[in-house]
């Protein structure tokens, strides 16, 4: 930063917008609040003999006493101080109130870290709601669809996952939530730490999860268990999992990953249960023609650029 730049800030000449400029400067690194801190000693000196009397130490200066500019170079150090606190405060609390949301389309997924250093894995079809700053006391995020976190510790400010039904607090934690709007049911699994989900609509309805179990609540009960299926977590590595899959469900979970739209004339084939991996990125027909080999059906599509699929 330009050192009259600095001086023209310290002597309260610079313009609001100058002002502005070079806070913004001092925060984007240490190096640049110590520089700050040198010059401002430095102008501070300038002060203090500029002016000076020949007359011996503790001589008036134009009538102003010399350990009178030490009150006032203290002072001003200290206004200078409350007011980057004053700035720092407001700023934090303004980033505090603005929020990113990140949406996921259909057959995607995205991993982002938070501003705590939280890591998320955002799935298909789902939408992540966070503060560009968390707040000094909470941290909380809000989620459609599903989402895998791994939350960075924070012992004094808990890290808050809010759905549409409930909401799933953790501390140092590594877990999986699935709540899409409207599907009346928000699952959690639990791989490391301790999280406690809480019914928004009845504070005193809660349980406490363990490593390696998982919950389902559907709106006023909550069914716990150990995980059942672990591979179902690995949609992160871009694979879809199902074990004692309803085929109804599992073209459900197609539509999602692939953004297609099923129309079933062959009604009867909804009741098989099925089991297996596909690789999400091998393609839609390439799954339609794995299940073609548990299951009889006959699919077509009118061309590749319409997203419905007629199985008859």
């Known amino acids: 930063m330009d050192r009259n730049r600095l001086y023209k800030f310290f002597s309260r000449k610079s313009t609001l917008e100058e002002e502005e400029e070079v806070l913004d400067w001092m925060e984007r690194s240490d190096a640049n609040q110590q520089e700050f801190l040198n010059e401002r000693s430095i102008y501070n000196m300038t002060l203090m003999h500029v002016d000076d009397c020949s007359d011996g130490i503790g001589k008036y200066k134009k009538g102003f006493p010399i350990w009178g500019k030490e009150i006032i170079k203290v002072a001003a ?12 405060s407001s700023k934090e609390e303004e980033m505090s109130l603005a929020f990113n949301t990140v949406k996921v389309p259909s057959g995607q997924r995205v991993n982002l870290e938070l501003p705590d250093g939280t890591k998320v894995c955002v799935n298909a079809c789902s939408e992540l709601t966070y503060p560009a700053v968390f707040s000094k006391e909470k941290r909380n995020v809000k989620l459609k669809g599903e989402a895998f976190f791994e939350v960075a510790h924070n012992a004094n400010k ?31 699994a639990l791989l490391s730490g301790k999280v406690r989900i809480t019914d928004r609509y009845n504070a005193d309805n809660r349980i406490l999860l363990s490593p ?43 539509e999602k990953y692939y953004d297609v739209h099923f129309v079933i004339s062959k009604s009867d084939i909804l009741t098989h249960i099925l089991s297996g991996k596909l690789r999400i990125n091998e393609g839609i027909d390439h799954a339609l023609r794995v299940l073609q080999k548990n299951v009889f059906f006959e699919y077509s599509r009118n061309d590749e650029s319409d997203n419905t699929i007629y199985i008859k």
């Not at 150090?77 to 720092?88: E, I, R, S, T």
């Not at 390696?212 to 299926?229: A, D, H, L, M, P």
Request: proline share 5%.
């Open 77 to 88: 150090m200290l206004a200078v101080l409350f007011a980057m606190h004053f700035y720092y």
């Open 158 to 188: 808990p890290f808050v996952v809010e759905t549409e039904l409930c909401d799933v607090e953790a501390l140092g934690t590594v877990f999986n939530v699935e709540a899409y709007p409207n599907s009346g049911e928000v699952s959690t």
């Open 212 to 254: 390696n179990q998982e919950s389902e609540f559907t709106g006023q009960i909550f069914k716990v268990g150990n995980i059942r299926y672990p591979d179902h977590l690995r949609w992160r590595e871009g694979l879809l999992c199902f074990q004692n899959m309803p085929v109804d469900k599992l073209i459900k979970e197609l």
